[in-house]
């Protein structure tokens, strides 16, 4: 006997199927709709997209390349780092155990050792020094390379000719003689008078000095000891201009000391040129002429280089009659001390160095003196006289 169907089941089936259909259908219908959507979007980002062209694309493409090699660079360089850092911390590694046994070492030891900081400093003031003598080496080079240059381009000069000269016999001076000296500088004769230089100044220093004083001091015998001002000395006498034939009267900073000096320095066109001096007439002339009539020597101090200058005014006195004689000095200019006053220091000195207290000076054991014998009476010294002067 078969069996038999429910139509109620039947009826709820057929609802489901058209439940889910409709479902499917309204899936299908969203799905097409986002389609078409998702088209428009697109077309609309397509079309708002800005207009590239070939060469800005290839330019694009470039600058990516870069990007890309640069991106490649910087890989190679971390590792290359990395590699140093792994080869650092075995190096640390393999040091970290001597720097253990030297600080157990220097914990150890009685010695101090050197702080590392006074170590770098000393290298640094090393390679301070280093690089100041190659500098200087350079500099050096260079002036060498310079000079060798200027040499070469050098003409080579002919030795001057040969110069023949008269030496006259010479007689003795007598010590009462009466001397009138004139200094030959280059190619100029001056009236050469030390002290009446000293003399002109001091009759200078008279008249203003009571405007040069700085301080009035008691001295330990109880006299009144005036100090002057050195500034102000020096000042005025630079303002002076002082002369006395031809030759300048000046007085120099002693910046360290409470003494001055007097420079008597001849002025190249204060003196009397040698060509004017030849000439009948000439101050030069009359003078020897004066000379001559009161039996006065004129007496000539010749400086280095000036030689020919000298045999020319020789010339002119043997000429004239006047008798003459010459001494070669070293230097034109003539120093004497003022020690007739006394001014203040503009810079004191620096005080002798000595070593700190408490450190010990060595001592040095004298060594063995041998025997001496009797002592016998010293010889009478020897005294040799300077050459006397006389006359050409």
């Keep these: ?71 490649e660079q910087l890989k190679d360089l971390i590792e290359k780092q990395r590699l140093r850092g792994d080869d650092e911390r075995k190096e640390l590694a393999r040091l970290n155990p001597e720097l253990s046994t030297l600080e157990t070492t220097a914990e150890r030891t009685t010695v101090p050792v050197l702080a590392m900081n006074s170590i770098r400093d000393k290298n640094l003031d090393n390679a301070k020094e280093v690089d100041a003598l190659r500098r200087q080496m350079a500099e050096l080079l260079a002036e060498q390379a310079k000079l060798k240059a200027a040499l070469d381009t050098t003409p080579v000069v002919a030795p001057p000719a040969d ?70 000395v020096v000042q005025y006498f630079e303002q002076k201009h002082l002369m006395l034939k031809g030759i300048e009267l000046r007085v120099p900073y002693n910046k360290t000391g409470t003494r001055l000096t007097l420079e008597l320095v001849p002025n190249p066109v204060a003196g009397e040129a040698i060509q004017t001096a ?44 006047t008798a003459a004689g010459w001494e070669l000095i070293n230097n034109a200019i003539y120093t004497e001390p ?25 001592v040095v054991a004298p060594p063995p003196q041998p025997a001496m014998p009797k002592a016998s009476p010293p010889p009478a010294p020897i005294k040799i006289e300077p050459p006397k002067k006389k006359l050409d």
């Design 278 to 321: 030849v000439q009948f007439g000439s101050h030069f002339q009359d003078d020897l002429r004066r000379l001559k009539s009161s039996n006065t020597i004129a007496w000539f101090m010749v400086t280095k280089g000036a030689f020919d200058t000298y045999l020319q005014a020789r010339e002119v006195s043997e000429s004239v009659g």
């Design 1 to 71: 006997m078969s069996r038999r169907r429910n139509p109620l089941f039947n009826s709820n089936l057929d609802a489901l199927m058209d439940t889910l259909t409709n479902v499917v259908g309204i899936l299908i219908i969203i799905l097409i709709l986002m389609q078409v959507g998702v088209g428009q979007s697109l077309k609309k980002i397509v079309s708002e997209l800005p207009q590239v062209s070939p060469e800005e694309l290839e330019k694009i493409r470039t600058e990516a390349e870069e990007q890309r090699w640069k991106h």
């Design 163 to 232: 110069k023949i000269v008269r030496i006259p016999n010479s007689r003795p001076l007598a010590e009462s003689a009466k001397m009138e000296r004139y200094l030959v500088s280059g190619s100029h004769l001056y009236g050469y008078d030390p002290e009446g230089a000293k003399k002109l100044f001091l009759q200078e220093f008279q008249l203003a000095k009571t405007r040069l004083e700085k301080e009035k001091t008691k001295a330990a015998d109880g006299t009144t000891q005036i100090i002057y001002d050195q500034e102000k």
């Design 338 to 362: 003022l020690n007739e006053f006394e001014v203040n220091r503009l810079i004191e000195p620096e005080p002798p160095r000595t070593p700190p207290p408490g450190t010990p000076r060595p």
